[in-house]
């Protein structure tokens, strides 16, 4: 029911921006919508046993439009909405990542194929790989943006730490081309947030860099078993702007066009420790 409702008012405002009621205007409406319906619950599917609600989740994590969007579609199908306002609140969704084993909850030390970063270097082998990844035409420039936004906003004296991402992990796009990866990061925000990121980055760049980590560090790493609902770059960047009105906004950074990485200067790694 909300899907369809948001997928009809989203076409409608994209061919009518004068039927906006948002302050900001039709675009700013089209991304609330678009935002408080991306993790709705599947109605065919239980939550599984320990897992949150994923409505009253959405329901608790809206503003006031998308608040008041979501009571004006429940009305309409005469849902009470009284079980979402009367809900005990909910811890945060999301958390940072884990940095190392507890007692409760470790594993054998598994590829021990960890290595630190600054964020020069991290922005460094980002743009390189950009400038060798193919672009979708429609939405590159849009991904462009964000992700120049985001290595703008890594924390200035940030160690990151990298590892090739598993076989048993989401795969968010097909290796390639050539020797673009999928990496794991956790990775060291403006506000020192630490969060996890996937980037694709030339597995030659990353191989050139020092094994700078202590092996001991690497096996405390290694033994941290994985766990859903880590923080991400992208809920990163929504609780900044909630919480940052005056940020500019991620949709609309003016950003240099990707260039030829064989015009890019070497990558200096970061000192060994």
């Not at 970063?117 to 980002?126: F, G, P, Q």
């Not at 790989?129 to 703008?152: C, N």
């Not at 290796?175 to 990496?183: E, S």
């Amino acid at each position: 029911m909300l899907l369809s409702a948001a997928m009809i008012e989203i076409r409608a405002l994209a061919s009518s921006p004068d039927r906006s009621r948002h302050p900001d205007g039709h675009l700013a409406e089209i991304r609330l919508i678009a935002d408080v319906c991306h993790n709705l619950p599947w109605a065919d599917q239980p939550r599984p046993v320990g897992e949150y609600d994923g409505l009253v989740c959405t329901w608790q994590t809206a503003n006031d439009f998308q608040r008041s969007w979501l009571r004006k579609h429940f009305a309409r199908a005469g849902i009470d909405t009284a079980f979402l306002e009367q809900a005990p609140r909910l811890p945060r969704p999301a958390t940072a990542p884990d940095i190392r084993p507890t007692w409760k909850r470790w594993q054998l030390p598994r590829d021990p194929t960890f290595l630190a970063v600054d964020s020069r270097t991290l922005a460094d082998l980002v743009r390189r790989a950009r400038a060798v990844d193919h672009h979708d035409p429609t939405h590159g420039p849009v991904r462009t943006d964000f992700i120049e936004w985001f290595l703008d906003h890594l924390h200035p004296n940030g160690k990151h730490i990298l590892r090739p991402s598993r076989h048993n992990e989401t795969l968010f796009q097909p290796d390639g081309p050539n020797d673009l990866r999928q990496y794991r990061a956790l990775v060291t925000m403006s506000d020192e947030t630490l969060i996890v990121h996937h980037p694709r980055l030339r597995a030659t760049d990353v191989a050139a860099l020092p094994t700078n980590l202590h092996l001991l560090r690497r096996l405390q790493l290694g033994a941290v078993p994985p766990r859903r609902q880590e923080t991400d770059a992208g809920l990163w960047a929504r609780q900044h702007l909630a919480t940052q009105p005056n940020c500019r906004d991620c949709t609309a950074v003016n950003t240099p066009s990707d260039v030829d990485a064989t015009n890019q200067p070497p990558i200096d790694p970061p000192a060994t420790s």
